[in-house]
């Protein structure tokens, strides 16, 4: 079955720091993909990113960075010059293809605690 | 910026009492979820639905769940019987086809006391 790890419960830094959140997945599917949702305070899950299987290459979005590894089987995310509207949880989840019907739903990993102090 | 939406965004009932939780997912998707957050842990798959039925379940989704899509834009979670255990954040949420990315509503924290 698939996993997802999260071993970093809460990190706390301080503004502008840089930080980055870890994410390592066990599956036996060859195609797959990943996702980083963001859960505020207000509870909502928002959407970051979605990466597929086949695609290793690191991605850049503004503050946002992901680093796909398939050799570590990691996908970590990294805020760089973190600031306080990044407090929130923020999951790891990964597609699992259903043996039976091949409909997708997501796995998600525990959860980081960030907190960002000004 | 379309959206899923959840209503109602807090709900308490008591135990043994039967809910709807209501979701509009956004109007182009076809594929449809409900997850669930009980308060502090990881979210968790419910069911996923498509094509007028049920696609897939988890163990957590018995007899006592259901779906239904009414009315063809509403999409409903129906809980027969609550029990305390049931208390969690319940997430909507609708994808365009089945390996697009899933996009949230802001869920429904349902207290059963």
């Known amino acids: 079955a698939q996993k997802v790890t999260q071993a970093q419960t809460e990190i706390s830094v301080v503004e502008k720091e840089d930080v980055t959140l870890d994410c390592v997945y066990e599956?036996?599917?060859?195609?797959?993909?990943l996702f980083w949702y963001k859960q505020p305070p207000s509870g909502e899950l928002v959407f970051l990113i979605r990466?597929?299987?086949?695609?290793?290459q690191n991605e850049i979005s503004g503050r946002y960075s992901w680093n796909f590894q398939k050799s570590t089987s990691s996908f970590n995310f990294t805020i760089t010059a973190s600031q306080v509207v990044d407090s929130a949880v923020y999951f790891c989840?990964?597609?699992?293809?259903?043996?039976?019907?091949?409909?997708?739903?997501?796995?998600f990993g525990t959860g980081t605690r960030l907190l960002v102090s000004p | 910026e379309p959206e899923v939406t959840q209503t109602p965004s807090h709900q308490v009932t008591q135990m043994g009492q039967e809910v709807i939780l209501r979701c509009v997912p956004i109007?182009?998707?076809?594929?449809f979820y409900w997850y669930r957050q009980i308060l502090g842990q990881k979210v968790e798959f419910l069911v996923s639905?498509?094509?007028?039925?049920?696609?897939?379940k988890s163990e957590i989704f018995d007899d006592q769940f259901s779906v239904e899509r009414p009315d063809g834009s509403n999409f409903t979670l129906k809980i027969r019987s609550t029990k305390l255990e049931d208390s969690a954040m319940y997430f909507c949420?609708?994808?365009?086809?089945?390996?697009?990315?899933?996009?949230f509503g802001q869920g429904t924290r349902l207290t059963v006391v």
């Open positions: 949420a609708s994808s365009r086809d089945r390996n697009t990315e899933a996009f």
């Open positions: 599956t036996r599917d060859t195609t797959y993909y």
């Open positions: 990466r597929n299987s086949f695609d290793e």
């Open positions: 989840a990964l597609s699992e293809a259903s043996l039976n019907t091949g409909f997708q739903k997501l796995v």
């Open positions: 109007s182009n998707h076809l594929y």
């Open positions: 639905f498509y094509n007028n039925e049920i696609s897939e």
